[in-house]
T-cell receptor
Framework: ETGVTQTPRHLVMGMTNKKSLKCEQH?????MYWYKQSAKKPLELMFV???????ENNSVPSRFSPECPNSSHLFLHLHTLQPEDSALYLC??????????????????FGPGTRLTVL | QKEVEQNSGPLSVPEGAIASLNCTYS??????FFWYRQYSGKSPELIMS????GDKEDGRFTAQLNKASQYVSLLIRDSQPSDSATYLC????????????FGAGTRLAVHP
């Protein structure tokens, strides 16, 4: 496996189900992210993990629960979702670097995404 | 005011022409800028990053950054039908380590 992988690629769930999305990065990066992409809306950052610690929680409802057991794996646990949560969920990773004179490098690489449909 | 603004398009150019995509951002002091390409039904793919004022060229792509005017652009030379996609501009805001703000994207259509 190379790059960033996500499973499952497609998921249909009812509002009372509990499911989990999985992301794995094979790039040796130190940060991982969850994004949500809805139709006709910009990518929305949900969560950021840097060195396995959550550093950003972008006002995401508690029905979304992230988990980062190590620097290569990231999960998004889903429960009691709403139909409006149907979207493409994207995982990304980056190797954050601080260069000379305070320069900061943060190239993020995305996985293929999970297309989630909530019925 | 949106933090990162892009014209939604579609921008239609003939094959072989130069496609010019523009992006403006609101946070002065933003430090890193990225262009992603996203084909329909696929995930975003990083095509260019730029960190300092001026031009950066990579093959048929040139990114241009003007921090004083708060805009970043992407030029695609010799446009091909395979370049037809949505192009996303992303900005790392000041102090926003690990945080990228994305524009809504510009849809590019290259016709033969």
């Amino acid at each position: 496996e190379t790059g960033v992988t996500q499973t499952p690629r497609h998921l249909v769930m009812g509002m009372t189900n509990k499911k989990s999305l999985k992301c794995e990065q094979h790039l040796g990066h130190n940060a991982m992210y969850w994004y949500k992409q809805s139709a006709k809306k910009p990518l929305e950052l949900m969560f950021v993990y840097s060195l396995e610690e959550r550093v950003e929680n972008n006002s995401v409802p508690s029905r979304f629960s992230p988990e980062c057991p190590n620097s290569s794996h990231l999960f998004l646990h889903l429960h009691t979702l709403q139909p409006e949560d149907s979207a493409l969920y994207l995982c990304a990773s980056s190797q954050d670097l601080f260069g000379l004179a305070g320069a900061y490098y943060n190239e993020q690489f995305f996985g293929p995404g999970t297309r989630l449909t909530v019925l | 005011q949106k933090e990162v603004e892009q014209n939604s398009g579609p921008l239609s150019v003939p094959e072989g022409a130069i496609a010019s995509l523009n992006c403006t951002y609101s946070d002065r002091g933003s430090q890193s800028f990225f262009w992603y390409r996203q084909y329909s039904g696929k995930s975003p793919e990083l095509i260019m990053s730029i960190y300092s004022n001026g031009d950066k060229e990579d093959g048929r792509f040139t990114a241009q950054l003007n921090k004083a005017s708060q805009y970043v652009s992407l030029l695609i030379r010799d446009s091909q039908p395979s370049d037809s996609a949505t192009y996303l501009c992303a900005v790392n805001p000041p102090g926003g380590y690990n945080k990228l703000i994305f524009g809504a994207g510009t849809r590019l259509a290259v016709h033969p």
